[in-house]
């Protein structure tokens, strides 16, 4: 089967095999254009490349995940960094740019990149003893899905478990959503590096270097993390408590700084779980260095073959 990962600046494509092992993988440039099929173009030499590479033939499967917003049954895209695609149709743009090359029509399957984290971790990463569990991005935004008795739960239109916009302040400022008070507002790298510069932090211009801080013991940084893991600590419990899951999965780059951000996530997780069917709520940190296109892959493998 086929995976593909479309990121704001790169594209990964990959032959995958039942058993999570990939065979053949490249990458191309997400373009900065305006020109929807002009984008397309390097994902469609890509996909060509390695179907060739593969010697794949016949009717694929092949499962796409995608920055959001995206609608999984009418298979468009609209990714926010992604300028030149909006509403784009990537499922039938795929499905033609395959057939063309393996000589069959494929079967296509789409879900928004946290999803396809959350399928990945599930498949073959942190959650793969768990039947249902939350998969979550920490970077510069804030991405999850849910896997829920070992079926990725999508929602209507391939959205559900935005963690990232759920609002933890209904009288917070606004969002660039619309929202008020989101988790992402507080939790998000870049929020927390703004927080820290507010209050006098000089030590640098991205999440590493607050987090290096906070492991050296610099108040502010640990100040403003904390204040971030209550947000998201909030925005855990409450998808938790609304969901009946006590498992979450929590990758991204932010993540990677290990105990100063889970120390205090799990500090404050305590006090916002508190219902007695989320109490044993358990945060593990995400295994899987490409779990987006492995999931994509595991999405893949739950379509029919044509
Ligand atoms: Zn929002």
Known sequence: MLAIDIGGTKIAI?????DGTISHQTQVPTLRGTDGDATFAPLCEGLAKIISEAGLTGPLRVGIGSAGPIDSPGGWIS????GAWREYPIVAKVAEAVRDAAGSPPTVGLAQDGHCMALG??????GKDLHSMVGMVLSTGVGAGAVIN???FGG??????????ISVNAWGDECVCGGHGCVEMYARGPAMVEAAKAKGWTGGDDAEALTAAAR????????VIDDGMRALAAGIAATATLLDVTHFVLGGGVSKAGAVIFDPLRKHIAEFATMSYVADLEVRPAELENAGLLGAAALALTLEAQ
């Open 79 to 82: 990714p926010v960094n992604i």
């Open 156 to 165: 209507l239109t391939g959205n559900a478990v935005l963690l990232g916009h």
């Open 216 to 223: 050296t013991g610099d108040e502010i940084a640990i100040a």
């Open 150 to 152: 070992d079926r990725l």
């Open 14 to 18: 990959a032959a995958v095999t039942a």
């Open 121 to 126: 971790e599930h498949w073959l990463g942190a």
